[in-house]
């Protein structure tokens, strides 16, 4: 067989329905104790072959980022280059969709798709539990990037355990201008939460209970996240597209993981396209549109021989 010429994959954005932040750990890591959810809007890579190195370009319409031996995707190509000795480079072409530094995993999910796209380009047969050992080295998001669907998420993450979950979510991701840096805000977690002793974090059963019935209002009356009241302190206004969004009968509310991107959950369809209206409309947010999960981890859309 040889070699394919194109490798075409879409990587999802994820949500954390929980997010539990324990102690500051001798690593430099938090423990979490979470529940991530992927959803169903995507970055997608393709992967071309070139003669040597690695090469990241953004699509026409992607947003202005780094795409130099910093960014995760070019990390995530180098790594595997590098453990199986390939000698051809590849080409990455990154249209991005998933906000940058929102805290919806984007820089993860390039990462896991360079992945899956260059096991498949140089032919490499990697098992997917390589592919994951990979992933937690190269972050603590990237395995769930992967992996998809509803996942309790523990130690820095990267341990993952599948929740059965039923029905469909949908959510509005109400998108900010501004940008969050993840370490700053745990960072910021620290500081707020310097003089208690933290607790190790759980995930209340109610929300897989929830999660297990599909029951939209008792999912929606579980999400929460540790880390919200510190990305508040740095974008205070953040809390009044939060009320924005409950006022317009959202079920839950909450900052998606570091943040500042916000998140709704919806009593459907109908009512998040009403939601996202409204939310575009406050000016408190550059957009509001609608995700559904759970969605795929990365997801292989076409190989070209
Ligand atoms: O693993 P990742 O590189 O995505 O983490 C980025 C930063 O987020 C870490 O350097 C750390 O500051 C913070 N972090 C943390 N605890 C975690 C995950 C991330 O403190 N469990």
Same mark, same amino acid.
């Given at each position: 067989?040889?070699?394919?010429?194109?490798v075409?994959v879409?990587a999802?954005?994820k949500i954390?329905?929980?997010?539990?932040?324990g102690p500051?750990?001798?690593d430099?890591?938090h423990e979490?104790a979470?529940?991530f959810? &992927?959803?169903?809007f995507?970055?997608?890579?393709?992967?071309?072959p070139q003669?040597?190195?690695?090469?990241?370009?953004?699509?026409?319409d992607s947003?202005?980022l $780094?795409?130099g031996?910093?960014?995760?995707?070019?990390?995530a190509?180098?790594s595997?280059?590098?453990?199986?000795?390939v000698? &051809?480079?590849?080409?990455l072409l990154?249209d991005?969709?998933?906000p940058?530094?929102? /805290?919806?995993?984007?820089? =993860? &999910?390039?990462?896991?798709?360079?992945l899956v796209a260059?096991?498949l380009? *140089?032919?490499?047969?990697c098992?997917?539990?390589?592919?994951?050992?990979?992933?937690?080295e190269?972050g603590?998001?990237?395995?769930?990037?992967l992996?998809?669907g509803t996942?309790?998420?523990? =130690?820095?993450?990267?341990v993952?355990?599948?929740?059965?979950t039923?029905?469909t979510f949908? *959510?509005?991701v #109400?998108?900010?201008p501004?940008r969050l840096s993840?370490?700053d805000?745990y960072a910021?977690y620290?500081?707020?939460n310097a003089d208690?002793?933290? $607790?190790?974090?759980a995930v209340?059963? #109610?929300?897989l209970?929830?999660?297990?019935?599909g029951?939209?209002?008792?999912?929606?009356?579980c999400i929460?996240?540790d880390?919200?009241q510190?990305?508040?302190?740095?974008?205070?206004?953040?809390d009044?597209?939060l009320e924005a969004?409950r006022?317009?009968g959202a079920l839950g509310?909450?900052?998606?993981?570091? /943040?500042?991107?916000?998140?709704?959950?919806?009593e459907n369809?109908?009512h998040g396209?009403?939601?996202?209206? #409204?939310l575009s409309?406050?000016g408190?947010?550059?957009g509001?549109r609608i995700?559904t999960?759970?969605?795929?981890?990365?997801?292989v859309?076409?190989?070209?021989?």
């Amino acid at each position: 067989m040889t070699a394919p010429s194109l490798v075409y994959v879409a990587a999802p954005a994820k949500i954390n329905l929980y997010l539990g932040v324990g102690p500051l750990r001798p690593d430099g890591y938090h423990e979490l104790a979470t529940v991530f959810q &992927a959803l169903d809007f995507v970055d997608e890579l393709v992967a071309t072959p070139q003669q040597s190195g690695v090469r990241l370009v953004l699509g026409q319409d992607s947003p202005k980022l $780094p795409v130099g031996p910093g960014n995760l995707a070019v990390r995530a190509a180098r790594s595997l280059k590098k453990r199986r000795s390939v000698k &051809a480079g590849v080409r990455l072409l990154l249209d991005k969709h998933i906000p940058v530094a929102g /805290g919806m995993a984007g820089g =993860s &999910a390039d990462a896991a798709a360079a992945l899956v796209a260059c096991n498949l380009l *140089w032919d490499l047969q990697c098992p997917q539990s390589e592919l994951m050992e990979i992933a937690a080295e190269l972050g603590s998001d990237v395995p769930f990037s992967l992996h998809g669907g509803t996942a309790l998420g523990s =130690s820095r993450g990267e341990v993952l355990t599948p929740v059965l979950t039923t029905g469909t979510f949908t *959510w509005v991701v #109400a998108e900010s201008p501004s940008r969050l840096s993840t370490p700053d805000v745990y960072a910021r977690y620290d500081q707020l939460n310097a003089d208690r002793d933290i $607790p190790s974090p759980a995930v209340p059963t #109610a929300l897989l209970a929830g999660l297990r019935r599909g029951d939209v209002a008792d999912v929606g009356a579980c999400i929460h996240n540790d880390l919200q009241q510190a990305a508040i302190s740095m974008r205070p206004e953040l809390d009044l597209l939060l009320e924005a969004g409950r006022d317009y009968g959202a079920l839950g509310a909450m900052v998606s993981g570091s /943040g500042p991107t916000c998140v709704f959950l919806a009593e459907n369809e109908e009512h998040g396209a009403e939601v996202a209206v #409204a939310l575009s409309m406050t000016g408190l947010c550059s957009g509001a549109r609608i995700a559904t999960g759970p969605a795929h981890g990365v997801r292989v859309l076409q190989v070209t021989e």
